[in-house]
């Protein structure tokens, strides 16, 4: 058994709204970090099933995050994987059943092999096997809805442009576009899209930081 | 008195990079005659809206990010000539446009503008429009008849389509056209890319002025070949294969006009070696198994990413001993 | 500045605990640049001797760098070729006068290459004179061969060290050819042609005193070879003693038998021998080629150690005003601010540029001109973008410090980038940029 030093913390509003903003904004999990690409290169391509994808893996994410910051240092590390893996895959059975049943049964089926694939998303292994074991629960639970807030955010913009681009719709409304490009719903499309945001985010960080800069030097 | 500092050498080579793609543009001019003997003016204004468009996009790129626009250097306008002289003569003026506002704005710019771009933007340009527009693609007229195409764009629909020798390729069977024909480029394809022997012509100059590298062209040229040799898609022995593969479709002009692009290529031999055996390959299996017809341009993406790789690995090879010495000694 | 890298050991001589770093060189690469001539009308013309300027700047700086002081107070007469500073230490190499004349001051300035430097004033009386008879050479051993090359301070002007310390360094080493470099492969640059064309037999004789000294295989001597000067040289030495270079800079000269390594010693410090053996004169001036294009009458001119460059810029009359002065040839030499600089041997050539040919500068295009170019197959270009990334860690792989500072590599490039620069601040660092960096940074 590996014991794992949890972080300090200092229970102030402070430090939860830095978690949140870092994971969310500063070093988002998708555009600055890079996990959890596959899903929407893949399934982002009409608004519904980013929020749908959103949705489940938030779902999935806050309970095994919850779960790993209260009992993830008690197990051992190679009994982790499996436990989250596992339980993600039962609640995600549930999201499926509910889809598919009482929302809708043509999203279900379009969004295909994706929806179970979120249960081993890298982004849930990633934050709930890594940063949830050796942080406190309350820093774990930010850190898990800014990591959905800020995955659906990426997914719910490309998806939507995406929509827009190749089917002249957002949310199943037609909206009349006099050109249609339905190549957009291609991966490359989402790759474009991804790395142009990715690029504006370090942009606005830039400016932010020669801001800061100017004013430091202004006050010192 | 007081004299200016500089540092060594002062003796420069009056070569300039503008001067490549001086080069480049000249040899232009041969295609383009040779197109607008087939088909008329339409194809020259093709070319010359793809040049306008990416000339003044990469001003306003500049201007965009603040930065004194570099027109003079003159990659923008050949980036332009290129995806202009790779579409159809019978697509419609906007086409090469999007191709250059596409090559200019999400391949060029952002990674810095001149010298700095990863891709090859008028094969990412040509790309783009590829996918977004299949339809305008590769279809194209018969150059046997000898007549003008027509100016506007409406009239397009009454001109008599043929398969081009890719398209044959590709469904197999026998090529209906001869070397000659294939040499002299009397067969349907895009504006600048089926007068092979001016072509070829045109390579060797920019062999001779050296802005395009023997490494490349000839390692890449002999893949396809071989592969073309090893596995032919038509009845028509190997000559006959050989032929229609290297002269069909924009597999020579990429390999002479895009994948010498200084920039996006590696600059060891090695290096340059490897990238130009890679790209053939890629070429060949973007022909075999591809979505299109043709696919240098997707092909010469994929390999445009590998090249700084490449050029690392190859020096490394090369001085493999030497780094080993120095690092015993040190 | 590569020229001039001081030799790093004050070493004795005989104990033969000398830098081992130049034991003999790769052999050519057939890489490199053709390069435009422009010696012309310099190298056709004969040596001109310097009108006596009135005052000399000699610094007084040994040839193994070590500094020395005034054995003359001022005010004292000494005569040319008399000794006018001593080192420190007791078997040091002295410091000659390159004049007679009067000391009138001591001063320090800072130059170029030598940095800063204490000098000697001397108002100048006259320049040249006779030295004593001929004496045999033949009955010199070895070791007092180097000893004399030694004590009379020889500098190479290849690379402004000690010949002494070079030609002891090349003795452990077997089968090597030694060859003196008369090919002036830089544009302008004529110096050793004009004195191979004056004293042939001279310089012979000083590499074969050069030769004997340090056990070489054999000697030659390199130079660029047009019909008119082979027959012209070939009258006064052996057709087999000259080998040619070639045609592209920078290219080493190279000799077709198997095996021998080649060392390679400046004509005037061969010539400077000679006549330290016959005539027991220790070497009081040289030869420098002044060109470019605001000069009125390029020439060569014999011009005696310590004269200002100012003076010889004068002598040669300016055409124009000059935008650059570069010590130097034009491939490596270095831009000065202001002419008040001695001349030091080293010197081979004074340029007063009008104008220099400079390329507006882009970006880096990537068109692989320099890597095809460089003669120690290096990634120019690859060094420079690390170091502008600030990616110092990763810049040893790339062996910059085998780099020699051609400056093909700048030469080539179609965006006018100072890629050699670059190169050199790689290599000169030794990897040690991090400190470099954190000493200018304000944050």
Redesign the interface.
């Known amino acids: 058994m590996s014991k794992v030093e949890k972080q300090p913390f200092s229970k102030t509003m402070t430090e939860i709204k830095n978690v949140f903003l870092d994971t969310f904004l500063t070093k988002n999990i998708v555009l600055v970090q890079a996990i959890g690409i596959t899903p929407i290169l893949a399934a982002g391509v009409t608004l519904q099933k980013g929020v749908v994808l959103t949705l489940c893996t938030a779902a999935v994410l806050l309970p095994a995050s919850l779960f790993m910051s209260l009992f993830g240092d008690k197990l051992p590390t190679w009994v982790r994987a499996p436990i989250y893996s596992v339980g993600a895959a039962l609640i995600l059975l549930g999201a499926a059943v509910l889809l598919d049943r009482s929302v809708s049964n043509e999203l279900y089926a379009s969004l295909y092999v994706f929806l179970p694939l979120t249960a081993v998303n890298t982004l849930v292994s990633y934050r709930a096997g890594g940063f949830s074991v050796s942080h406190v629960p309350v820093v774990a639970l930010t850190d898990a809805i800014a990591s959905s807030l800020g995955f659906g955010l990426v997914i719910c913009v490309v998806s939507a442009l995406r929509e827009m681009a190749s089917f002249g719709t957002l949310w199943g409304e037609t909206l009349n576009f006099a050109i249609v ?1 339905p ?2 719903a ?1 991966p ?1 499309a989402a790759f ?1 899209l991804l ?2 945001m990715a ?1 504006f985010l370090q942009w606005i960080q830039s400016v932010i930081a020669r801001r800061e800069n100017a004013s430091v030097r202004l006050n010192g | 008195m007081n004299f200016k500092m500089a540092h060594a050498p002062h003796l420069r080579c009056s070569e300039r990079g503008s001067q490549m793609c001086a080069d480049l543009l000249i040899v232009f001019a041969p295609l383009c005659v040779i197109s607008a003997i087939y088909y008329g003016v339409r194809p020259v204004l093709l070319v010359l809206t793809g040049l306008l468009s990416a000339v003044l996009f990469e001003t306003f790129g500049y201007l965009l990010m603040r930065r004194k626009p570099k027109i003079s250097d003159g990659s923008a306008a050949v980036t332009g000539v290129l995806i202009g002289s790779l579409v159809s003569p019978l697509s419609p003026y906007w086409l090469p446009v999007a191709g250059a506002a596409f090559a200019i704005f999400a391949v060029k710019m952002p990674m810095g503008g001149s010298g700095r771009n990863l891709f090859n933007p008028a094969a990412a340009g040509l790309a783009a429009v590829t996918l977004c527009f299949p339809g305008f693609f590769f279809t194209y007229p018969d150059p046997g008849l000898g007549i003008p195409l027509p100016l506007s764009s409406r009239a397009l629909s009454e001109v008599i389509t043929l398969s081009s020798p890719a398209a044959q390729l590709a469904s197999g069977g026998q090529t209906l056209y001869s070397p000659t024909m294939l040499l002299l480029g009397n067969f349907p394809g895009p504006i600048g890319a089926t007068a092979i022997a001016i072509l070829l012509a045109c390579g060797l100059f920019l062999l001779v002025r050296r802005t395009i590298t023997p490494y490349i062209i000839f390692p890449y040229l002999a893949t396809c070949a071989l592969l073309a040799a090893l596995f032919p898609r038509v009845s028509g022995g190997l000559t006959g294969s050989v032929m229609a593969e290297l002269c069909s479709g924009y597999l020579l002009f990429c390999g002479i006009f895009m994948l010498n692009d200084p920039v996006t290529a590696p600059r060891h031999w090695l290096g340059r070696t490897a990238f130009g055996v890679l790209a053939g390959l890629f070429v060949m299996l973007m022909r075999y198994f591809g979505r299109f017809e043709e696919g240098a341009c997707f092909a010469i993406l994929l390999v445009n990413a590998f090249a700084t790789t490449l050029d690392r690995l190859g020096w490394y090879a090369v001085n493999l001993k030497r780094i080993k010495r120095r690092r015993h000694s040190a | 500045m590569s020229k001039f890298t001081k030799s790093d050991g004050q070493s004795s001589l005989i104990g033969g605990k000398l830098p081992h770093h130049r034991r003999g060189e790769q052999p050519p690469l057939k890489r490199g640049v053709l390069l435009p001539f422009l010696k012309e009308p310099a190298a056709s013309r004969q040596i001109a001797n310097i009108t006596p300027p009135s005052q000399i700047v000699m610094p007084l700086l040994s040839g193994d760098g070590s500094s020395c002081h005034l054995v003359a107070g001022n005010y004292d007469t000494v005569l040319i070729g008399s000794i006018l500073g001593l080192p420190e230490q007791k078997d040091g190499c002295p410091v000659y006068a390159p004049v007679s004349g009067v000391i009138s001051s001591q001063c320090s300035i800072m130059h170029p290459l030598l940095g800063d430097v204490a000098c000697a004033v001397i108002d100048c009386m006259a320049t040249g004179g006779e030295f004593g008879r001929k004496k045999p050479v033949d009955s010199l051993t070895s070791e007092a061969i180097l000893e004399l090359a030694f004590k009379k301070g020889i500098i190479d002007e290849l690379d402004g060290q000690l010949l002494a310390s070079k030609l002891a360094s090349w003795r452990k080493g077997k089968h090597i050819m030694l060859i003196a470099d008369g090919t002036e492969q830089e544009p302008y640059g004529s110096a050793s042609w004009s004195v191979l064309n004056e004293s042939a037999e001279q310089v012979r004789d000083g590499l074969a005193l050069a030769a004997r000294a340090m056990g070489a295989a054999g000697y030659h001597i390199a130079v660029k070879l047009s019909k008119k000067r082979h027959q012209k040289l070939s009258t006064m030495l052996n057709k087999d003693e000259l080998i040619s270079v070639h045609r592209k800079y920078p290219s080493k000269p190279a000799v077709h038998t198997s095996g021998a390594a080649i060392c390679r010693i400046g004509v005037q410090s061969c010539l400077a021998l000679y006549r330290a053996a016959a005539f027991d004169q220790p070497p009081c001036d040289c030869v420098v080629t002044v060109s470019g294009d605001a000069v009125a009458n390029p020439q060569n001119v014999r011009v005696p150690f310590g004269t200002m460059v100012e003076d010889v810029l004068r002598f040669c009359g300016l055409a124009q005003d000059p935008e650059y002065v570069i010590l130097g040839d034009a491939m490596t030499g270095i831009t000065v601010q202001h002419t008040d600089i001695p001349v030091v041997p080293g010197i081979t050539c004074i340029l007063a540029l009008k104008t220099r040919t400079q390329v507006p500068t882009h970006a880096c295009i990537g068109c692989g001109r320099c890597v095809s170019a460089c003669h120690k197959n290096l990634l120019p270009f690859e060094i420079m973008r690390r170091l502008d990334n600030m990616q110092y860690e990763r810049l040893a792989p790339l062996l910059p410090e085998e780099c020699d500072g051609c400056g093909v590599c700048s030469h080539v490039c179609p965006s006018g980038l100072d890629v050699t620069a670059k190169v050199l601040e790689a290599r000169d660092a030794h990897g040690n940029i991090f400190v470099k960096w954190g000493d200018g940074d304000e944050f």
């Open positions: 490009l190549e957009a291609l490359y474009l790395g142009f690029a």
